[in-house]
């Protein structure tokens, strides 16, 4: 099995700034691409950013400039700087992975969200 755990949500104003974290564990034997998805009220999920194992980077035009994600493929860990938050940007933060686990079986595993509020 393979858990995700985020961390990093929470209340900031607008304009402010928060850093998201995504750790994978269990029976790893390697990830491919990494990602960031959020699902606001009333909302369907929604894709935010991506980055590959060998560090090519997308993003959805709404937050381009923004925010930045990164990730340490050493810790199973990827990464959200989110920066300006704007009031639109309030939603759970998802990630997923595209893990090869151990038994050399390929599966797209989620986190279990974190909730990021901006504040006007």
């Known amino acids: 099995q393979v858990q995700l755990?985020?961390?990093?949500?929470?209340?900031?104003q607008v304009g402010?700034?928060?850093?998201?974290s995504c750790a994978?564990?269990?029976r790893i034997f390697s990830?491919?691409?990494?990602?960031?998805?959020?699902?606001?009220?009333g909302k369907e999920?929604?894709?935010i950013a991506?980055?590959?194992?060998?560090?090519?980077?997308?993003?959805?035009?709404?937050?381009?400039?923004?925010f930045t994600i990164s990730r340490d493929s050493a810790k199973n860990t990827v990464y959200l700087q989110m920066n300006s938050l704007k009031a639109e940007d309030t939603a759970v933060y998802?990630?997923?992975m595209q893990v090869l686990?151990?038994?050399?079986?390929?599966?797209?595993?989620?986190g279990q969200g974190t909730q990021v509020t901006v504040s006007s």
């Open 94 to 96: 998802y990630c997923q």
């Open 24 to 26: 994978a564990s269990g």
């Open 50 to 66: 991506t980055i590959t194992s060998g560090g090519t980077t997308n993003y959805v035009d709404s937050v381009k400039g923004r």
């Open 45 to 47: 999920r929604e894709f």
């Open 101 to 110: 686990t151990s038994g050399l079986r390929r599966y797209a595993y989620w």
């Open 5 to 12: 755990v985020e961390s990093g949500g929470g209340l900031v």
């Open 16 to 20: 402010g700034s928060l850093r998201l």
């Open 31 to 41: 990830i491919n691409d990494m990602g960031w998805y959020r699902q606001a009220p």
